[in-house]
C-alpha cells in the first residue's frame, strides 16, 4: 500500500488501492474495472505527499502493479491503468502542460489532478457516445444475438430502442444467449429492454447454433481489445463467432478505447492469465482436487504479493501468470478475422486498424 496523508511532517496513512477500487465498484454497479482502476489511481494521486514527479510515476506504477497482482483477470483493469499512465506522461511531456521549467511541482500535482478527472469524465461518456455510433447498425426488423452482460452493449440496443418508429412500435428482436455460470448475470439487460417493448429470447449457450439461421447480425462487448483486432471476451464469445462466419452473419465488437490493451494473442492459450477451463481428473484424483482448491480459496484471501509478482506485466507473460478459476468468469481470444468492425468512441473500426489506434494512444 501507497503511504499518503496529511501534510509534511505528520504520518502518513497507508492508500489502499485495492480496497478503493472494489468500493468504486460496490457504489456504482454500472462503473467498468478499468475505469474504477482509474478513478482509484486518481484518488491515489489526490492523497499522495509525493514531492517530485519521478516519485508520482514510480507511486502510479507501483500501485497499479500491486491492484493487478490482486485481480483474478485483470486484462480489462490493466488496459485502462495503462493507458491512463501514458495519458499523465504525455501530460507531463506537453510544454503548455504546466511542466515547464520554474513551475511548482504543486502546480504540476494539480494539472494531473485536473487532467486526471478529465480523463476519467471521458471514459464514462465513451459508452454513450458509442451507443449512438453504433444504434445505425440496428435497423427495422433486425434480430441481434448478444452475450454476456455488457453494458455499452445494453446501452447500445436501449438507445436504438429508444429511436424506434413512432406510437412505441418495435423496431428488432434480441437473442440473449445466457451463459452456464449464473441464470441471473443478464437480468439487468433482459429486464431493460424488455421494459422498453423489445422482445427479448433467452436462450442457453448450446442452442447458438440452432438460434444463428433467426439472426441478422451478432453485437458483443469486450474485456479487452488486442493489438492485431481481436478480442478478449466472455467465454463463449469465440465459439458465436464462429458459428455468425459459418452461417455468413456480421460479428459487431463493441468496446471503450480504454480496454485496447498491448498484447498480442496468437491463440486461445496465449493470454497472460492461467484459465481452469479444460481440468482433466481421474477417479482417483476428485478428492485432492476439492482438497487443493479449498486450501487455494484460503491462500488467495490471505496471500500478500511477492515482489516478483507485483513486477508482472503483461507485456512479458512469460514472467508468471496470474490464475483464473474455470469456474469463475473465464475468457477467450476471438481473431480478428471473425470481426467485421469494432464501435468505438472513436468511431467505427476495421480490425486491421487497431493497431493505427493504439499507436495513437500511445505514441
Given at each position: ?28 454497479p ?9 478513478e ?15 516519485e ?12 493487478k497482482?490482486?485481480?483474478p ?9 495503462d ?28 494539472h ?26 440496428v ?11 455488457s453494458?455499452?452493449?445494453?446501452a ?5 430502442a429508444?429511436t424506434?418508429?413512432?406510437g412505441g412500435?418495435?423496431?428488432?428482436r ?8 449464473t ?5 439487468v ?8 417493448g423489445?422482445p ?19 453485437i ?14 466472455r ?16 460479428f459487431?465488437?463493441?468496446a ?7 498484447l ?9 492469465i ?25 491462500a ?19 514472467r ?20 467485421s468492425?469494432l ?5 467505427v473500426?476495421?480490425?486491421s ?10 505514441f
Amino acid at each position: 500500500m501507497a503511504a499518503v496523508g496529511g501534510p509534511h511532517g505528520q504520518t502518513a496513512c497507508p492508500f489502499d488501492i485495492v480496497a478503493t477500487y472494489r468500493r468504486l465498484l460496490a457504489d456504482d454497479p454500472d462503473l467498468t474495472m478499468p475505469v474504477a482502476a482509474i478513478e482509484a489511481l486518481v484518488e491515489l494521486l489526490a492523497q499522495s505527499q509525493a514531492s517530485t514527479i519521478s516519485e508520482t510515476l514510480n507511486l502510479l506504477e507501483t500501485s497499479t502493479q500491486h491492484l493487478k497482482s490482486h485481480i483474478p483477470n485483470p486484462i480489462s483493469l490493466s488496459a485502462g491503468t495503462d493507458v491512463f499512465q501514458r495519458y499523465i506522461i504525455h501530460q507531463l511531456q506537453r510544454p503548455s502542460g504546466g511542466t515547464h521549467v520554474g513551475a511548482d511541482f504543486q502546480s504540476i500535482r494539480n494539472h494531473l489532478l485536473s487532467n486526471g478527472r478529465l480523463f476519467v469524465s471521458r471514459a464514462k461518456q465513451a459508452r454513450e457516445q458509442i451507443a449512438a455510433f453504433g444504434k445505425g447498425f440496428v435497423r427495422d426488423g433486425t434480430t441481434v444475438l448478444t452475450n454476456g452482460r455488457s453494458r455499452v452493449v445494453g446501452a447500445l440496443l436501449q438507445r436504438a430502442a429508444e429511436t424506434g418508429g413512432g406510437g412505441g412500435s418495435v423496431r428488432f428482436r434480441v437473442i440473449y444467449v445466457l451463459g452456464g455460470s449464473t441464470n441471473t448475470e443478464g437480468d439487468v439487460v433482459v429486464g431493460a429492454l424488455r421494459e422498453k417493448g423489445v422482445p427479448v429470447a433467452v436462450i442457453g449457450e448450446g442452442a447458438v447454433g440452432y438460434a444463428m439461421g433467426k439472426v441478422d447480425m451478432v453485437i458483443v462487448g469486450a474485456e479487452g481489445v488486442v493489438e492485431n483486432g481481436g478480442v478478449i471476451s466472455r467465454l463463449g464469445t469465440y465459439q458465436i463467432g464462429l458459428l455468425a462466419r459459418a452461417a455468413g452473419k456480421p460479428f459487431y465488437v463493441v468496446a471503450e478505447s480504454h480496454k485496447f490493451v498491448r498484447l498480442y494473442p496468437l491463440s486461445q492459450y496465449d493470454l497472460p492469465i492461467e484459465q481452469k477451463v479444460i481440468d482433466f481428473r481421474t477417479a482417483t484424483g476428485e478428492e485432492e482436487a476439492a482438497t487443493e482448491a479449498k486450501d487455494a480459496d484460503m491462500a488467495t484471501a490471505e496471500r500478500t504479493p511477492r515482489a516478483s509478482e507485483n513486477a508482472q506485466h503483461f507485456g512479458n507473460a512469460t514472467r508468471g501468470k496470474t490464475e483464473v478459476n474455470g469456474a469463475g468468469n473465464p475468457v477467450d481470444f476471438t481473431p480478428p478475422d471473425l470481426i467485421s468492425a469494432l464501435v468505438t468512441e472513436h468511431g467505427v473500426l476495421t480490425p486491421s486498424a487497431v493497431s493505427e489506434q493504439l499507436i495513437k494512444i500511445w505514441f
